[in-house]
């Protein structure tokens, strides 16, 4: 913890972007308003003063040019009738393709961001850039799979009936600062790639890198599928909820935020939300865990990108009997992690891209110790602004606010139990219900556990950290964690609708469908084969 300034050269820092225009129905447009401007966690000292270091500007844009956006959208999708909602699906496949094929030539610049504006380390901001664009391509492959189930006629009680799934209308996308990158662009592609129209509001923090992708949207897509809006989301997103013309908020942030945003909208039977929210995923540690194998995966579970992930492991059961043992392993684990800036190697703790956030784990910190808890590892409760050093608290109970707070820092509570029943207290009170982890050697307890703790969350980890991937499986969540699921095969089916058109098995349907099919009149009744 002792180097957390930088000197700062041309060869490490990225160039100052100043994003002066924006994404608008198909148009690269100046903006000729009111700029924000954005730093970096990142301090240097090159005078003896610590400074912020400074990375650009993005227009502050204001009601007007939000609705204008949402005008543009609704223009493309023309209540469904519009050129993107009734393309054939190759070329929609097509457009998205080009798109990442473009936005893979951006990648050192996008991971030069996700260093300096969020503070996420090379590899992981590399590995983010990867995960996304090969998220887009396995897309592209599941709907391809989607089609050809779907290129057949169904015939029952004598009607004749094609199945699809369609878009469901205009959709306003809101990425998380964590993931800046990943997973805006996993509610981005599938949507567009469904049919949809989409109005895009880019994080804060995060939001310089998805500059470099505005040329790249209007090369691969028409006039209007894709529009941005930049400024504070308190000014640009309530009107665009407020209109009523919004047809899918598509958001990962705060439950707080999300019921917000949706009692803003005037119709909200027509309204479709699909959200990653909070969560507070806790790790069971049985009596019979293997310890070392235990505290390796939680190191990983609850300090990656300093436990700025919703799939964190946020707090930490440990059955009492084993309770001195784990602490011992957890702590000098936590000890080893390296603390630094986000280009050096091997670095596990960097700068905290929110800037009140160190503040507020000194204070989460400091109400525990208060009330009986105490810093494990020798290295924890350390505040270095912008860093926070990894803290390991027990005993935790819950009279403390990291006990039901998520602390989306580097702070982990540790509660000991003496019986399972506690922890299933503490489920079924608490308002998350994403993920846990239970660490464990016996089939028959771990069998058994399953069967309930499925019916509380939506993903259950044996012997392994809470995540999200592998992206073809389910990410959502219960309660206050989520709405909607995601993943390849579920984003494609969260962003549409089934749709079926059908007719009479008589003769003179048959010959209208035939001639529709082999002529190719339609996109929707077809029998093509997409390769």
């Known amino acids: 913890m002792n180097q957390y300034y930088v000197q700062v050269t041309h060869s490490i820092k990225p160039n100052v972007l100043e994003i002066q225009d924006y994404l608008l129905d198909g148009k690269i447009v100046p903006w000729n308003g009111p700029f924000s401007k954005v730093y970096s966690p990142i301090k240097s000292e090159p005078t003896g003063e610590s400074l912020y270091e400074y990375l650009g500007s993005y227009p502050d844009m204001d009601e007007a040019a939000a609705l204008e956006a949402l005008n543009a959208a609704c223009k493309a999708y023309d209540r469904g009738r ?29 991971v030069q961001l996700l260093m300096w504006e969020i503070g996420k380390s090379r590899t992981d901001a590399e590995k983010e850039f990867d995960r996304t664009i090969e998220y887009i391509y396995l897309t592209v492959d599941e709907l391809k799979n989607l089609e050809r189930t779907q290129s057949r006629f169904v015939i029952e009680k004598g009607i004749i009936g094609q199945i699809r799934r369609t878009p469901l209308g205009v959709v306003l996308v809101m990425g998380p600062y964590n993931y800046p990158f990943n997973e805006t662009y996993t509610l981005v592609i599938p949507a567009l790639i469904m049919g949809n129209t989409v109005v895009m509001k880019p994080p804060r923090p995060g939001v310089l890198m998805h500059y470099y992708l505005q040329k790249a949207f209007q090369e691969a897509f028409p006039p209007g599928v894709i529009n941005y809006v930049y400024g504070k989301g308190s000014v640009v997103v309530p009107p665009l909820m407020q209109s009523g013309r919004v047809n899918v908020l598509a958001m990962i942030g705060t439950s707080r935020v999300a019921d917000s945003l949706k009692k803003m909208h005037p119709k909200s039977n027509r309204l479709k939300s699909i959200l990653g929210l909070d969560a507070k995923n806790p790790a069971i540690i049985l009596p019979d865990a293997d310890i070392s194998a235990a505290a390796s995966e939680c190191i990983t579970g609850a300090f990656s990108f300093n436990g700025q992930r919703c799939t964190a492991i946020k707090i930490i059961f440990v059955h009492r009997s084993l309770a001195e043992a784990f602490l011992k392993e957890f702590s000098a684990k936590a000890d080893a992690l390296k603390v630094g800036l986000p280009w050096e190697d091997k670095v596990n703790i960097t700068p905290l891209a929110d800037e009140n956030k160190p503040k507020y784990l000194q204070e989460i910190v400091e109400d525990a110790l208060q009330k009986g808890a105490s810093i494990q590892n020798a290295h924890g409760g350390i505040r270095r602004d912008p860093f926070y050093s990894p803290t390991v608290l027990y005993p935790v109970n819950d009279s403390m ?11 982990v509570p540790v509660v000991p139990y003496n019986d399972i ?31 309930q703790l499925v019916n509380m969350v939506s993903r259950v980890n044996i012997n392994s950290q809470c995540q999200r991937g592998p992206d073809i499986l389910p990410f959502t969540g219960r309660k206050d964690s989520a709405e909607g699921t995601l993943s390849v095969y579920d984003a494609l089916r969260s962003f549409s609708i089934r749709s079926v058109v059908a007719a009479k098995m008589e003769e003179n349907s048959k010959t209208l469908l035939r001639e529709i099919v082999n002529q190719g009149h339609s996109n929707f009744i077809s029998t093509r084969y997409v390769f």
Do not use: C
Not at 425 to 451: A, C, R, W
């Open 421 to 451: 029943e506690e922890i299933f207290d503490y489920l079924e009170n608490s308002k998350y219900g994403q993920q846990v982890s239970i660490f464990g050697n016996s089939p028959v307890q771990i069998g058994h556990l399953t069967d």
């Open 82 to 110: 519009g050129l993107w909602p009734t393309m054939a699906v190759e070329e929609r496949i097509a457009a998205v393709e080009k798109f990442a094929k473009l936005a893979t030539a951006q990648r050192e610049q996008i």
């Open 401 to 411: 606010r990291i006990y039901h707070e998520e602390q989306f820092g580097p702070v």
